[in-house]
Structures are given as structure tokens and as C-alpha cells.
């Protein structure tokens, strides 16, 4: 049975999707985000429970497991799914209730299974560039100033190489499509580790983006809300370029530029050198649970 005291493989973590889907299937569905260049899809869980109005909800999207061997991003995104299905807290079940929420754990899901079969350390896809080296790092893929900060050309980069052209990778390039094709998307929210912090856009520049005051005040709320549970300052909210490094080429910084989505924001979550012990990822995802409530 699926738990939150070990780490699960990608094909384990689906299961836990479909089983979920089928236990509440009045008000989630499994939704398929994109696909990977060995063939798996991007599976995710749409949650959205009946409501009296007529128009949309808004919708809150989650991603996770960009890089493969940032384990604790999908078990809190699974464990965060786990509260929004059965939490009986008001305030978690009104903020499950408020939106649309797609909710994608692994989205490179060849390198994650490859960090658990091969090498632990794995960050990037598994495409083949050479005869010897695999992979290009999914957050520096994006079309939004690839190549210009923090990112390499040289494909046996075992870290940031930024692929062989902007969406080169499949995953995001059909990861991609399938945000562009959403309406009403409110905010966008990337789970990475092991930086503890909270970063907004762009991560490239230092220069603040219109609603940028706003994003730091929201974001400042939902870090008083994560401090409550184990005392754990983040750093930021911030851009990269101030308080971590220059990165082009991101998720959330071409999400922001393509798609105009009001909140987005990447999450540094706490980690250890991507080795947090799997009997503390309560701690994170209560932690990060509360984050939430502080950002909605
Ligand atoms: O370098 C990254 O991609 C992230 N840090 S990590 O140590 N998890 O690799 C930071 C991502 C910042 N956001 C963007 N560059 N969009
Ligand atoms: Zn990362």
C-alpha cells in the first residue's frame, strides 16, 4: 500500500493516482500533461468538486519531480494531494473547494525512475544527445531566454544543459501545450529542493516583474504559515537572480512570460542533499500543506 514514510517509483505513484481517481471519481479525474521521450505519460490529478455557480473555477497548478532526484517534491505533492482528498480541516477542505486543481507529481518521470534504478544523483531527462551522454535538465529548457543565464550547451553537462533547442525535450514541450491550453489558470507552483526558499519571477533578472509586490506579500503569508509547523525559515520570497543564481530558461519563467498566469512561484523545499529520510516527509508535506493555506 502507498504510504508517506518511503519513496515510491513513478509506475507506484500512477498507481496511486488511478486508485485515488476511482475513489473519489465524482470530483477527480487523472489528466494526462504530456509525454516523455521513453514513453510514459505525464499523469497528474485534477480535483474539482461540484459547485452551485456557472462559471469556472479558477485554476491552481501544481508540478513536481522536474528533477529526477529531488525526491521529497513528489512525495509532498502526493501528501498534499492526500490532504485536499481527506482532510476534514475546514480550511483545507474550503481551499480544495475553491479551485480547480491539477496536480502533476513526476514530470520527468524517465529520469525519476532512472535516479531509482541507475544513479540516485540523476537530475535531467534521458533523451540521447551522443553516443555517451543522456539527458538535458528540464528547467532550462523552456522557450522563454534559453541559454542566456545558468544553463550550458554542452550536452555531457551532467547538471544544465539546456538541450538541443528551446522544447527539444518532450516533456516540455508537450508539458507545454498542455498549460497553453488552458484557460483560467490563477497560479502556477513549482516544487523543487533543496534550497529552502521561495522564488518568484524571473529568474534570469533582477528587475521586478508588475505584480511583483503582490507576489511577495502573498508568498511572505504563505512562509509565516509553513514557519508555524516545525519553525523552518525560507529564504524570499525573491527572484533566483537574488538570492540563488541566474537560471534561463525555467518553467515558471516561461510560464509567466507565455501564458500571463498572475501567481507563479517555485518552492525550494528543505532536503539534505536530496537524501531527506523518508520518515520526515510528513514534516514537509504538513509544512508545505500550510504553505498553501497561506497562498490561497
Ligand atoms: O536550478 C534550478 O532549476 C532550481 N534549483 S535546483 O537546485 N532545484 O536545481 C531553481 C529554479 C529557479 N527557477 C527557474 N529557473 N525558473
Ligand atoms: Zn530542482
Request: hydrophobic share 30%; proline share 5%.
Amino acid at each position: 500500500a502507498f504510504s508517506w514514510t518511503a519513496y515510491y517509483d513513478v509506475d507506484d505513484i500512477y498507481e496511486y493516482l488511478g486508485n485515488v481517481s476511482k475513489e473519489y471519481s465524482n470530483w477527480t479525474q487523472l489528466v494526462v500533461g504530456g509525454e516523455s521521450y521513453e514513453g510514459r505519460q505525464i499523469v497528474g490529478l485534477r480535483i474539482n468538486t461540484p459547485t452551485e455557480k456557472d462559471e469556472p473555477k479558477k485554476i491552481v497548478f501544481i508540478e513536481s519531480g522536474i528533477h529526477a532526484r529531488e525526491w521529497i517534491t513528489p512525495a509532498t505533492t502526493t501528501y498534499f494531494i492526500n490532504q485536499l482528498l481527506t482532510s476534514t480541516d475546514p480550511k483545507i477542505t474550503a481551499m480544495r473547494n475553491q479551485f480547480e486543481w491539477q496536480i502533476f507529481p513526476t514530470v520527468n518521470p524517465d529520469g525519476y525512475h532512472y535516479s531509482f534504478t541507475w544513479d540516485r544523483m540523476w537530475r535531467k531527462t534521458r533523451s540521447k544527445s551522443t553516443f555517451f551522454c543522456y539527458g538535458a535538465d528540464p528547467n532550462r529548457n523552456w522557450d522563454y531566454n534559453w541559454l542566456k543565464n545558468g544553463a550550458t550547451s554542452n550536452p555531457c553537462n551532467y547538471q544544465t544543459y539546456g538541450g538541443s533547442e528551446p522544447f527539444s525535450e518532450k516533456e516540455t514541450r508537450t508539458l507545454s501545450e498542455y498549460i497553453q491550453d488552458l484557460d483560467n489558470l490563477l497560479a502556477y507552483v513549482a516544487f523543487h529542493a533543496d534550497a529552502q526558499m521561495l522564488l518568484v519571477p524571473y529568474s534570469d533578472s533582477v528587475e521586478h516583474i508588475d505584480n511583483y509586490d503582490d507576489l511577495v506579500k502573498i508568498g511572505k503569508t504563505s512562509l509565516e504559515y509553513g514557519y508555524k509547523v516545525n519553525g523552518e525559515k525560507y529564504d524570499g520570497p525573491a527572484t533566483a537572480a537574488e538570492i540563488l543564481y541566474k537560471a534561463s530558461g525555467g518553467s515558471m519563467d516561461w510560464v509567466r512570460h507565455a501564458t500571463g498566469t498572475p501567481l507563479v512561484y517555485t518552492y525550494e523545499l528543505r532536503g539534505k542533499s536530496f537524501h531527506w529520510p523518508p520518515d520526515r516527509i510528513y514534516e514537509q508535506g504538513d509544512e508545505v500543506t500550510q504553505m498553501m493555506l497561506g497562498l490561497f
